[in-house]
């Protein structure tokens, strides 16, 4: 939504009102708000009890406005059960008092209850689906829970009703724009100006849909005519600059610094636009006032983290990771041990491909930086990257001496181990780390991991046991136990029962998925296992281990053509840490070729449903 720094200035009333004043206000307003539909309202007269019994006469009922003006003082006063008995005498009055419902919705949502508040609103909707503000009021209570559809033909009706209706028109564009329905964004939006042709947002939007479709034509007329309406609006000259930059193959700076110059006239101290105006600077050989500029912005930096919070999600969110390590680069100079100008200065070395400049400014932040310590595991991985594996070892037990306690550096540094097939060292270090925290999952379903690696099954199946039993819903640990049992054709049923369970709570996870057919495999329920392996394949691009255990079914049902076509895509998917694998895989696509001689099954159709 587009803001301005335009404001309606509004004195406050004075917080307390004589009550006469106020009830003659009321009484004065509501006269002309359809409250009271039956005529004037009697007098009231003293009440019963001041008068002789023998000269009292009926008192004529207590009207609708009486109840909401009380209503009104009750709910001024705090006291809202009294104000919900109020206002509920006054509905008596006057059933068909639309805005009376509404406030006994707004009353009950403030009370803290939100399903009695959303039942009133359903059954108001429903009482009179022509009102807009109660289908609003709707919306506006069921706009998390409301099923999509029903809340589009809400919207839809709304806007059926009231055409001029602004919230629905952003409401229901944010919708479309969200799911990349750029066509019905484009209409509705189109729409929006028909009916509110002076209101700039809406011609906002409508170059937005058009900009999302890169229609930039259509786009540009949009936002001129939103700048047309609305001359100080920033925003759309934003845009008009991103139509510049992908209309053109040759980027023309000068119509770029032009409009820059116009944001810096209406907002001279807006962030985005410094910086970008440094860097085109920068570019075009304008070295004076980049340099000014970028002093400027460094010397800022020191103070202002959203100064360079912008330049982050201006040039590395946007991926523009050579324009970063220049703004970056340049704003350094003028503070070089700035901690945020240093890590995110590695950050676009490290995104731009360069980690030795990475590691060269990763180095500089200090202990103080609240990513320091994501720092020192991205420099270990960084030094492995550029093959400097006993560097990157070296850099983390550095820093584990430092600080032995510290989970992170343990859990990655055993990873190193791991990697160089130092297994013995990894789990030492593992349980190093576990004498501190002994019920540190994490820490736990690695050593098990390892111990399975080293060929220790029983102690693996143990440390697995250890992780279930401090939480029985890890369900990497669920999925790993049942794993292990099926691989080594154990306690089948317990394995079933095991994933199931993993997969309960990772629905959609394809390795979980991919040990639940594994087991039905090892059952010879050998359909059910096809089922289970080939939903985990497509969800992995046939990931090579999960294609080996697919193609292994699809033999066991006799469907030898799927079989060697699964076999063949997962060696071509295989890793170069799969060559025993891929072995073994070349070995039986060799002898499946030798038998294609032999008729196949007719292949078990593939339904989608589970066989359960």
Avoid at 81 to 100: G, N, S, T
Avoid at 427 to 437: T, V
Wanted: hydrophobic share 40%; proline share 5%; with cysteine.
């Amino acid at each position: 939504m587009i803001t301005t720094n335009k404001m309606t200035k509004q004195t406050p009333a004075p917080h307390t009102i004589k009550l006469i004043v106020h009830i003659c206000i009321l009484a004065a307003v509501l006269s002309f708000s359809g409250c009271n539909r039956t005529g004037p309202e009697p007098v009231t007269h003293a009440p019963a009890d001041a008068l002789p019994d023998r000269d009292s006469k009926p008192e004529p009922p207590l009207s609708a406005r009486y109840y909401y003006l009380t209503y009104l003082m009750a709910h001024q006063q705090d006291r809202p059960d009294h104000a919900a008995v109020l206002l509920e005498k006054a509905i008596a009055r006057d059933p068909d008092a639309a805005f009376l419902r509404r406030e006994q919705v707004r009353l009950t949502l403030e009370t803290g209850q939100k399903e009695k508040a959303v039942a009133l609103a359903e059954a108001l909707a429903g009482r009179d689906p022509d009102d807009v503000d109660n289908l609003l009021m709707l919306v506006h209570l069921k706009k998390d829970s409301l099923e999509q559809n029903r809340l589009l033909s809400l919207l839809h009706r709304i806007l059926e009703l009231d055409p001029e209706n602004k919230e629905t028109y952003l409401r229901l564009g944010r919708i479309f724009m969200e799911n990349q329905q750029y066509a019905p964004a484009l209409e509705l939006f189109s729409r929006m100006v028909s009916h509110l042709p002076r209101y700039y947002v809406a011609h906002f939007y409508l170059g937005e849909a058009h900009l999302l479709s890169e229609n930039y034509a259509a786009a540009k007329e949009a936002f001129l005519k939103t700048i047309e309406l609305e001359p100080d609006l920033v925003e759309p000259r934003f845009r008009l600059i991103d139509i510049l930059r992908q209309q053109n193959d040759d980027i023309d700076h000068e119509k770029i610094l032009a409009v820059y110059e116009e944001i810096l006239e209406i907002e001279p101290e807006n962030t985005r636009a410094l910086l970008e105006t440094a860097l085109i600077y920068h570019k075009t050989g304008q070295t004076d006032k980049a340099a000014y500029l970028f002093t400027e912005l460094g010397e800022q930096a020191t103070t202002s983290s959203r100064l360079v919070m912008t330049a982050v999600d201006t040039f590395i969110s946007q991926k523009r990771y050579e324009d970063a390590v220049i703004v970056f680069s340049e704003m350094r100079k003028a503070d070089p041990d700035n901690d945020d100008l240093n890590f995110f200065l590695g950050m676009a070395h490290e995104s731009n491909k360069n980690p030795e400049q990475a590691i060269h400014h990763y180095l500089k932040v200090s202990a103080a930086h609240p990513q320091y310590k994501k720092t020192l595991l991205t420099i270990g991985f960084l030094y492995r990257e550029i093959g400097k594996k006993e560097k990157a070892v070296a850099f983390l037990e550095k820093h584990h001496e430092k600080n032995p306690e510290d989970i992170d550096i343990i859990s990655y540094l055993s990873a190193f181990y791991e990697q160089e097939g130092r297994l013995e060292k990894a789990m030492d270090l593992l349980k190093k780390g576990l004498s501190d925290a002994p019920e540190n999952t994490s820490l736990l379903f690695r050593l098990g991991a390892i111990q399975d690696k080293a060929g220790q099954k029983d102690a693996c199946i143990a440390t697995m046991k250890k992780i279930i039993a401090l939480d029985p819903d890890d369900a990497s640990a669920l999925n790993y136990l049942g794993y292990t049992y099926a691989d080594l054709g154990i306690h089948l049923d317990q394995a079933r029962d095991l994933i199931k369970k993993a997969l309960e709570i990772k629905p959609d996870d394809a390795y979980i998925t991919d040990s639940l057919g594994w087991v039905y495999f090892k059952q010879k329920e050998y359909e059910k296992a096809v089922f289970y392996l080939k939903k985990a394949a497509d969800m992995t691009g046939y990931e090579t281990i999960i294609a080996s255990h697919l193609a292994d079914a699809y033999v066991e049902t006799g469907q030898l053509s799927k079989a060697l076509t699964v076999y063949h895509r997962a060696v071509a998917n295989a890793k170069k840490e799969d060559t025993d694998l891929v072995q073994e895989l070349k070995t039986k696509i060799r002898n499946l070729e030798q038998q294609k001689t032999t008729p196949e099954t007719p292949e078990t159709p593939d339904t989608g449903q589970s066989l359960e």
